[in-house]
């Protein structure tokens, strides 16, 4: 596709429940990005893959968080167990150098 | 660890010229990114630098200086539309890149 795209666009859940989240990143682009972003701050990086290394995990914030990614395709990002401090927009970037970044998933935790 | 430094607010008049700095302390260095990102929007990629020097492209410019640690975004003859979160982000080497908090710049009439 012509860009990073992101599924959903909104989710809303309660409190206890697991979701997925989905990013399609540009064809080609060997690196992806998850990062979080609360509103007001900066991004908050979570995970990192590249191409079929093992991917930089150093930034998931708790073992309820983990991602996975089909070798150069698509990349999910899932939290277990959701707590209402785990509402943010995700965000989604690859690259080829620059960071091209997805719209977002809004996630909100009732 | 990695550390990188930016105002969190600044204020500039429309027409003006205004200068954000970073500072960074990172364990490796392979460039350093601006991004802006619009309230409620993705970050937009705005300039790349890995040599000390300034990088000129239309309104906006990017200064660095590795043996400082330092980078600032220049704006010229600033517009409404330029009101939006201004990031640092440096690339750690690889293709990880981590990001600075940002910058809320407020262009007033």
């Known amino acids: 596709g012509a860009g990073v795209s992101q599924s959903p666009s909104n989710k809303v859940t309660e409190k206890g429940k697991d979701v997925e989240l989905r990013c399609d990143p540009i064809?080609?682009?060997?690196?992806l990005y998850w990062y979080r972003q609360r509103l007001g701050q900066g991004l908050e990086f979570l995970i990192y893959?590249?191409?079929?290394?093992?991917?930089?995990k150093s930034g998931l914030p708790s073992d309820r968080f983990s991602a996975e990614r089909t070798g150069e395709s698509v990349s999910t990002l899932t939290i277990q167990r959701t707590q209402q401090e785990d509402s943010a927009v995700y965000l989604c970037?690859?690259?080829?150098?620059?960071?091209?970044f997805g719209p977002g998933t809004r996630l909100t935790v009732l | 660890g990695q550390n990188i430094d930016q105002p969190t607010e600044m204020t500039a008049t429309e027409g003006a010229i205004v200068q954000i700095n970073c500072t960074y302390q990172?364990?490796?260095?392979?460039?350093l990114f601006w991004y802006q990102q619009h309230a409620g929007e993705a970050p937009t990629f705005l300039s790349y630098?890995?040599?000390?020097g300034l990088e000129e492209k239309g309104r906006f410019s990017s200064f660095l200086s590795r043996s400082k640690g330092y980078s600032y975004l220049l704006l010229k003859e600033l517009q409404m539309k330029d009101s939006a979160s201004y990031l640092c982000?440096?690339?750690?080497?690889?293709?990880?890149?981590?990001f600075g908090a940002g910058t809320r710049l407020f262009v007033k009439a």
């Open positions: 970037a690859s690259t080829d150098n620059e960071q091209f």
């Open positions: 064809s080609g682009h060997t690196a």
């Open positions: 893959f590249q191409g079929n290394s093992a991917p930089d």
């Open positions: 990172t364990s490796g260095f392979n460039g």
């Open positions: 630098n890995v040599l000390d």
């Open positions: 982000a440096v690339n750690t080497g690889g293709f990880k890149t981590i």
